[in-house]
């Protein structure tokens, strides 16, 4: 995907479909978390995307997206904080997903 050419919406759909898959859980809350923050036709079409990529892919794309939607630290910070609500889901904030959230922390 070398064209940018998503929503905002889209790309943060995206980027919580990612981090929900890093504990090999997909669970439940996150998936209806997402669904109801950007509805069902945004959910499936990023999911579709997400399911088409490895996971390297899939993290080049959202880095790829850094210019265009969390250029300032404020923006990421927005971001960052958006990803901890996801993983409030359901109700587990486990070592794999607190790492992660360090390492996009520091890459973004």
Do not use: C
């Amino acid at each position: 995907m070398s064209d940018l050419k998503w929503s905002y919406n889209e790309f943060l759909a995206f980027l919580l479909i990612y981090i929900a898959h890093v504990d090999m859980e997909f669970a439940e809350e996150e998936k209806a978390m997402i669904k109801t923050k950007f509805g069902e036709d945004i959910y499936e079409k990023m999911f579709a995307e997400f399911d088409t990529m490895s996971d390297y892919k899939a993290y080049e794309t959202i880095l790829s997206y850094k210019g265009v939607y969390f250029p300032t630290q404020e923006q990421k910070e927005e971001i960052i904080e958006k990803m901890k609500t996801l993983f409030d889901a359901d109700a587990e904030f486990n070592i794999m997903e607190k790492e992660l959230l360090h390492f996009l922390d520091r890459m973004m």
